[in-house]
């Protein structure tokens, strides 16, 4: 009797674990349609705020309540050639070629990052295409994880699948950071050099392309050796560079 009984629980939990995990990978499935309905969506509709952007307006006003960003849509015709050429060449410079991942750069910022922990280094390397830094910028947050990771390698297929990569540019041209509390290439050119973002140079735009990996530290250190070197290997670059 006692063996029956302990068969019959067994039963029962083997039945509630089954029913658990299918009710978690429905909600999986109605989650990830959810997301494609967004980049549906942002394929036609201009945003009015990212993830990231409400994750830094919220970082903000712990500390001012009444802060405000710096934020102004611009349309992907509105945008200088310049500035276009100079962010792929610093961020992906196979933009136009790739499907929106490129595996082997995630592979060699790995083992670059493996080697720097191994020395107690902190400076690290992303290998992340600007279709990428879209998904996480647009829909996902700053944070590091490998959910978070996984999560942005689905949306970056989504992103490519359904979206021209002019519209992918014009996105993340739009929703990148580009100092505390700045985000665009428009609030960008304002904030940085009393300009609009179509009327941005080739110096103007390398230097902020330049900035995209820590905007917020150049932010408040404008004219390092680093950032005046890497601009000038932009200017460079750019005119090598195909844009959509």
Known sequence: MATRNSTIRRIRWGRVIGASLMALLCLLIIYQLWMFCLVVWYAYRDPGSSAVMRQELSRLRDTNPNAELQYQWVPYDKISTSLKRAVIASEDANFTEHDGVEWDAIRKAWEYNQRQAEKGGGKMRGGSTITQQLAKNLFLSSSRSYVRKGEELVL?????HVMSKERILELYLNVAEWGEGVFGAEAA????YKTSAGNLGVSQSARLA??????????KHRNTSYLNSRTATLTRRMRLVDIP
């Open 189 to 192: 050119a304002r904030h940085y």
């Open 210 to 219: 330049a900035m995209l990996p820590n905007p917020r530290y150049y932010d």
């Open 156 to 160: 970056t297929y989504m992103i490519e």
